[in-house]
């Protein structure tokens, strides 16, 4: 192969896989309904991606997903 092949193939193989390695961060506080107090401690829980965390001592949480 020459150069310009070999170049292109590393740059379509990095392009390929940085697309398949998006994610998203989903964040916000947890508040009770009624009261409109935030909730510490609450659990958050994706199902179908396994994964969770929990709202911290302001009621706030961050989850990162990928794509």
Known sequence: MDLRRIVFAVTAL??????????????????DKKTGERLLGASIFIQNK????????FGFYSITLPL
């Open 50 to 57: 396994n994964l969770g965390t929990t709202s911290n001592n």
């Open 14 to 31: 990095l392009l390929f896989s940085s697309a398949f390695s998006q994610k998203v961060t989903l964040n916000g506080y947890i508040t």
